[in-house]
């Protein structure tokens, strides 16, 4: 048996059907933004391995400092104990993120943020005196993770409610906000989708705990870009119910919209915050929750005290390197030009796509390129003609689009402009 063979007969992929897995490449090498096949071609990953790799893959920076931890220390358990890997990352976090977010909890994935996220809300509301307050909000056409309590808040039709209907906690949806990023604000609380959550959020706001949403863009859910105005409104109307605001950046973090976060593009900060994906440059799994000092003191002055949630490799010291790595050639500040240097690119090279038949939106955010058809497209297509394509694209639904490594040059970023255009035209 090939190890190729192996594969096709034991291992799960994501989201695949065993009895029919669709095509896989055999990639044996990374680097920058090249992926190396098996039988030697080089494809460039325009999906930054699910947005995670914004310095390029096996960046030197990154793998030098993970060596050097691997040869003092990869693992450690955190209860008890300290180290100077999480000491210093803390640091670095502190320094980037909202001011009122002091307390981080470190932990291994997207989904395990968003659940530990969840937990402090609920706790946090029984510690001061709700103990009703269990369920959550959020907007439609979100994705918060896989993981029960994350599945519960993803978008109730392409999250498979009905699937699962059994077995999903009840949660509050309201509509996704109408008013796109680009479009002007209007104020009416009819036409902007806030009368529609000041409703839900006053009408439950015994039973609430968290209202939980990615603020401005929308990944997974549908790649939706969204006006930063009704996230202000939204805060004002948590505050005034009792209910925390939880923001979910594991895809909009560290730079992808142009801005380090997309709180940024408003002056509020969240009570809880949830980091992923790129924390640590995409070069191992990590994650981390960050939480306002009002949140964590009313945990810790209530009952039981203790926060009640420590994975096995909570602050991994090999993944808090590797996020400190990362966090280093971000602070040196040439994201920003890149970031901006490829959105307007993508602008350019993508625009095009508007006059194909099929088409029916053409968007851009900072590095996130998306091309928006009538219909959905075939994601094992895309892969097929990767090869041919010299560029890896994952599209979903109806969207075929980038999230390109911000150290992708002009020549490699046209590259993918070019194969997303003749997806465009054949799928
Ligand atoms: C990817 C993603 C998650 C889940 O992260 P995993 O690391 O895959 O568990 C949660 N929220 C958002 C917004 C994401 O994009």
Same mark, same amino acid.
């Given at each position: 048996?090939?190890?190729?063979?192996?594969?096709?007969?034991?291992?799960?992929?994501?989201?695949?059907?065993?009895?029919?897995?669709?095509?896989?490449?055999?990639?044996?090498?990374?680097?920058?933004?090249?992926?190396?096949?098996?039988?030697?071609?080089?494809?460039?990953?325009?999906?930054?391995?699910?947005?995670?790799?914004?310095?390029?893959?096996?960046?030197?920076?990154?793998?030098?400092?993970?060596?050097?931890?691997? @040869? +003092?220390? %990869?693992?450690?358990?955190?209860?008890?104990?300290?180290? *100077? /890997? !999480?000491?210093?990352?803390?640091? =670095? &976090?502190?320094?980037?993120?909202?001011?009122?977010?002091?307390?981080?909890?470190?932990?291994?994935?997207?989904?395990?943020?968003?659940?530990?996220?969840?937990?402090?809300?609920?706790?946090?509301?029984?510690?001061?005196?709700?103990?009703?307050?269990?369920?959550?909000?959020?907007?439609?056409?979100?994705?918060?993770?896989?993981?029960?309590?994350?599945?519960?808040?993803?978008?109730?039709?392409?999250?498979?409610?009905?699937?699962?209907?059994?077995?999903?906690?009840?949660?509050?949806?309201? @509509? +996704?906000? %109408?008013?796109?990023?680009?479009?002007?604000?209007?104020? *009416? /609380? !009819?036409?902007?989708?806030?009368? =529609? &959550?000041?409703?839900?959020?006053?009408?439950?706001?015994?039973?609430?705990?968290?209202?939980?949403?990615?603020?401005?863009?929308?990944?997974?859910?549908?790649?939706?870009?969204?006006?930063?105005?009704?996230?202000?409104?939204?805060?004002?109307?948590?505050?005034?119910?009792?209910?925390?605001?939880?923001?979910?950046?594991?895809?909009?973090?560290?730079?992808?919209?142009?801005?380090?976060?997309?709180?940024?593009?408003?002056?509020?900060?969240?009570?809880?915050?949830?980091?992923?994906?790129?924390?640590?440059?995409?070069?191992?799994?990590?994650?981390?929750?960050?939480?306002?000092?009002?949140?964590?003191?009313?945990?810790?002055?209530?009952?039981?005290?203790?926060?009640?949630?420590?994975?096995?490799?909570?602050?991994?010291?090999?993944?808090?390197?590797?996020?400190?790595?990362?966090?280093?050639?971000?602070?040196?500040?040439?994201?920003?030009?890149?970031?901006?240097?490829?959105?307007?690119?993508?602008?350019?090279?993508?625009?095009?796509?508007?006059?194909?038949?099929?088409?029916?939106?053409?968007?851009?955010?900072?590095?996130?390129?998306?091309?928006?058809?009538?219909?959905?497209?075939?994601?094992?297509?895309?892969?097929?003609?990767?090869?041919?394509?010299?560029?890896?694209?994952?599209?979903?639904?109806?969207?075929?689009?980038?999230?390109?490594?911000?150290?992708?040059?002009?020549?490699?970023?046209?590259?993918?402009?070019?194969?997303?255009?003749?997806?465009?035209?054949?799928?």
């Amino acid at each position: 048996m090939t190890q190729f063979e192996f594969d096709r007969a034991h291992l799960w992929h994501p989201y695949t059907n065993v009895v029919q897995p669709g095509p896989v490449h055999h990639v044996t090498q990374a680097e920058g933004v090249w992926l190396t096949l098996a039988d030697g071609t080089r494809v460039i990953d325009a999906m930054s391995s699910w947005w995670c790799t914004i310095h390029g893959h096996r960046h030197p920076a990154i793998t030098a400092a993970m060596h050097a931890q691997l @040869d +003092r220390m %990869p693992h450690v358990m955190f209860g008890g104990l300290t180290h *100077d /890997p !999480a000491v210093q990352l803390g640091q =670095q &976090l502190l320094d980037i993120t909202p001011d009122q977010l002091t307390r981080i909890f470190y932990c291994d994935s997207g989904s395990v943020a968003v659940e530990v996220a969840m937990k402090m809300a609920v706790q946090y509301q029984y510690a001061t005196g709700h103990p009703g307050r269990s369920q959550f909000a959020t907007i439609r056409s979100g994705y918060h993770g896989d993981t029960w309590k994350a599945m519960s808040v993803c978008d109730p039709n392409t999250g498979m409610h009905h699937l699962f209907a059994g077995a999903l906690s009840m949660q509050h949806f309201v @509509d +996704r906000p %109408p008013i796109t990023l680009t479009e002007n604000w209007v104020d *009416d /609380p !009819a036409l902007n989708g806030l009368a =529609q &959550l000041e409703q839900v959020l006053a009408s439950n706001a015994a039973s609430i705990a968290a209202l939980i949403l990615e603020p401005v863009v929308q990944g997974t859910g549908g790649m939706y870009f969204y006006h930063p105005e009704y996230l202000n409104t939204a805060r004002r109307l948590c505050d005034d119910h009792g209910i925390l605001l939880i923001y979910d950046e594991i895809a909009t973090g560290f730079g992808r919209t142009g801005r380090m976060f997309a709180t940024n593009f408003c002056d509020h900060a969240p009570d809880i915050l949830c980091l992923g994906k790129a924390l640590t440059g995409g070069h191992i799994s990590f994650a981390t929750t960050m939480a306002s000092d009002r949140v964590a003191q009313g945990i810790g002055h209530g009952a039981p005290g203790v926060f009640m949630h420590g994975p096995t490799f909570m602050a991994n010291p090999l993944a808090c390197t590797a996020a400190s790595a990362s966090l280093s050639l971000l602070a040196e500040g040439t994201w920003q030009q890149d970031v901006a240097r490829i959105e307007a690119q993508l602008e350019a090279e993508l625009a095009p796509a508007r006059t194909l038949p099929g088409v029916a939106n053409v968007r851009v955010l900072g590095a996130i390129g998306v091309i928006e058809m009538y219909h959905d497209v075939s994601a094992d297509t895309a892969n097929r003609m990767a090869p041919e394509l010299g560029v890896y694209l994952r599209p979903f639904g109806r969207k075929i689009y980038t999230m390109p490594p911000f150290v992708t040059s002009p020549d490699e970023l046209t590259a993918i402009t070019n194969a997303m255009l003749s997806l465009a035209r054949v799928l």
